[in-house]
């Protein structure tokens, strides 16, 4: 979810009751409710058109959409719970035997930097296995407070991880001090890789992702040169089309485009204004001339963001980028 689609939220959970809001969180994942409660504390004035604007969006949306699509673990678990409640437990758990029992989401509810701490002894191989359970952007949080050296290790095995065993979930939960139930019928859970890696290393600060990669060039420059491949920098979205430009202008408030141009090509910054009507491409030139200097981190912090937003435009197949391959995709 991009900076607007919080902030929309975010205003809209506030509109709603108390207890209509809470509902509403029960089924947010534990990244979302951090980001969305943070973004509804923050909150100040909010006119009475932006209120009706995000209504009147969701009403929309929502019209459109139907229960059938839902995912049907969880509202096996919604509906099991509301009849049966505290029984309910036992019964999922036998329905559902095999599933993910790693115990993993109670480390979603956590701040990156707790995380950090509970994890920074544990062999790189377990801290590896953790992090690449999480989102993206939690796990960059977190490597980010690891040290240096725990870093890079930890990078090259999310590299080469091939998948989880059963063995590795089990030491997982050992680490968190759980009891994996059923861990002999797990199969392989298809996580880790190159993939993997280069998108958490895009979502860290450039000068620790620089850092990490110099040390796994040293180590091994084969692997290090296919997560370089893999990894999405602003500049590329000179290979967006025309169209996926302006699908991704749609997408972007303005406030997040001026910041992230301040750092990047003249060319790219052509590309959007080609994109853009005659009007509004003169007010962001003015914009940008009328901005004084912007920090790094601001502005590598707004491009993060606004390549979320291509990763999961490209995600919907509503934009794709040519890569290294006839078929390579973001």
């Not at 209120?51 to 059938?68: I, K, P, Y």
């Not at 409640?85 to 999922?92: E, F, P, R």
Request: negative net charge.
């Amino acid at each position: 979810m991009d900076n607007e689609g919080i902030n929309r939220s975010a205003v809209l959970l506030m509109s709603l009751g108390e207890d209509e809001a809470a509902e509403v969180f029960k089924y947010l994942a534990p990244r979302e409710v951090q980001k969305i409660g943070k973004a509804m504390a923050s909150l100040k004035k909010v006119s009475r058109e932006e209120v009706d604007g995000v209504l009147g969006r969701f009403c929309a949306e929502a019209g459109d959409q139907s229960t059938v699509g839902v995912e049907a673990r969880e509202y096996l678990k919604s509906v099991l719970v509301k009849a049966l409640g505290d029984k309910s437990a036992v019964i999922i758990e036998r329905i559902l035997q095999g599933g993910d029992t790693s115990g993993i989401d109670k480390l979603k509810w956590l701040d990156s930097n707790t995380i950090a701490q509970l994890i920074c002894n544990e062999h790189p191989q377990v801290v590896a296995t953790i992090l690449v359970h999480l989102d993206q952007d939690q796990a960059s949080e977190i490597l980010s407070n690891l040290t240096e050296r725990l870093r890079g290790d930890v990078m090259m095995r999310i590299a080469t991880l091939d998948g989880i065993q059963p063995s590795a979930l089990k030491e997982l939960n050992d680490t968190l001090a759980e009891v994996l139930a059923g861990a002999d019928s797990l199969q392989k859970s298809s996580l880790g890789g190159v993939r993997a890696a280069a998108e958490i290393l895009n979502y860290l600060p450039s000068a620790q992702s620089n850092q990490i990669m110099e040390g796994m060039r040293d180590n091994n420059a084969e692997l290090a040169q296919q997560i370089l491949d893999e990894m999405f920098v602003f500049e590329d979205l000179l290979q967006l089309d025309d169209r996926g430009v302006q699908t991704l202008l749609r997408e972007v408030q303005s406030e997040s485009l001026i910041v992230s141009l301040k750092g990047c090509s003249q060319e790219l910054r052509d590309k959007i204004f080609k994109n853009m009507s005659s009007r509004a491409a003169e007010m962001l030139r003015e914009d940008l001339e009328a901005r004084g200097p912007v920090k790094l981190s601001e502005v590598e912090k707004e491009q993060k963001e606004i390549l979320g937003v291509v990763r999961r435009l490209a995600d919907e197949g509503q934009v794709a980028m040519g890569g290294k391959g006839d078929d390579a995709y973001v």
